[in-house]
């Protein structure tokens, strides 16, 4: 057993192959706190999914030691770790009730008949669903599904939860209360829980902190806002939101400022966040919303001519597609408030923003 400074779960020098030769997970070095909420977030084939496989051991490293609050775990059995699981498929047993289906891992455990009953209640209230233990799978929702999935996991008090895209088969509106409806849950109970998906949305509503994969590396580790706000890399910028990329060469750096050059059309200032030397090429990282359009004169250090292309009213806001600096992709967020200018196609408008939220990046 660890003591209290140790991280909760550690992977040290993690590596995963399938093949011999191609490494899906590469030198994993990740720490999780006790009570924390991580995600693992990334495309495809990124290595996120493999890492939860290695934790929940379904997955073996090929190198590397994994430890579950001070205990190493790379050889040991599943079911020993005391892991709850939930899945994208639910899993349930369709021939069982609900309140059988929460009981069934606590009989495995063979924790006594009353503490059962007892166990399986506290779990049903925990999910709101008390009225639905006489019930089968069949005869619920796919949110009613996914929330038995989620008490099957809690229901034995486990150290650790994995979820595994678990609400990635449900309609967009039952998706987003399902997650707040877990989010809640873990601060309720304070269990650590590590989640898998590849929906950047989903991962910044959810967690303390944010693990973003590509390559069977992890990109950047970090709280959603600092995730969103401060990407490290041009990966992670494009991932995580929408954002727009001005691609240039470096003209000067001065500490906190650079100057980036876009070939034939001007200048822009920026913070550099990971730039080569003078000449290099770089990648500018703009979020929609930092942008303003018309502004005063002299308010904005960086300020362009653009053309309107197309406008998409989305209730709060409008996306404002533009042309400015050669890049015809340009969006701008304008929010539907008081004050706000006409927009049409065609039109001519300046743009401006700051310095300091234009962030130049590795080229990309």
Known sequence: MGTTNDPFVAFTDVQKTYDGETLVVKNLNLTIERGEFLTLLGPSGSGKTTTLMMLAGFEVPTHGRITLDG?????????????????????????????????????????????????????????????????????????????????????????????????????????????????????????????????????????????????????????????????????????IGENNRLNGKIASVNGTACGVEIPNFGMVSAIPISVQSVGSPTTLSLRPERVRINPESGAYANQFDAEVQELIYLGDHTRCRVSVLGNANFIIKVANAEGVPSLSPGQKVRVGWKPEDCRALDAY
């Open 71 to 239: 205990v190493e775990i790379n050889n040991m059995a599943p079911h020993k770790r005391n892991i709850g699981m939930v899945f994208q498929n639910y899993a349930l047993f369709p021939h069982m009730t609900v309140d059988e289906n929460l009981a069934f891992p606590l009989m495995v455990r063979k924790v006594a008949k009353d503490e059962v009953a007892k166990k399986v209640a506290r779990a049903l209230d925990m999910v709101q669903m008390p009225q639905m233990a006489k019930r089968r799978p069949g005869q619920l929702s796919g949110g009613q599904q996914q929330r038995v999935a989620l008490a099957r996991a809690l229901v034995f008090d486990p150290k650790l939860v994995l979820m595994d895209e678990p609400l990635g088969a449900l309609d967009k509106q039952l998706r987003e209360h399902m997650q707040i409806e877990i989010k809640h849950i873990h601060e309720r109970l304070g269990v650590t829980v590590v989640y898998v998906t590849h929906d950047q949305s989903e991962a910044l509503t959810m967690s303390d902190r944010v693990a973003v994969f590509n390559d069977g590396i992890i990109q950047q580790l970090a709280k959603p806002s600092a995730l969103y706000e401060q990407p490290e890399n041009s990966f992670v910028a494009q991932f």
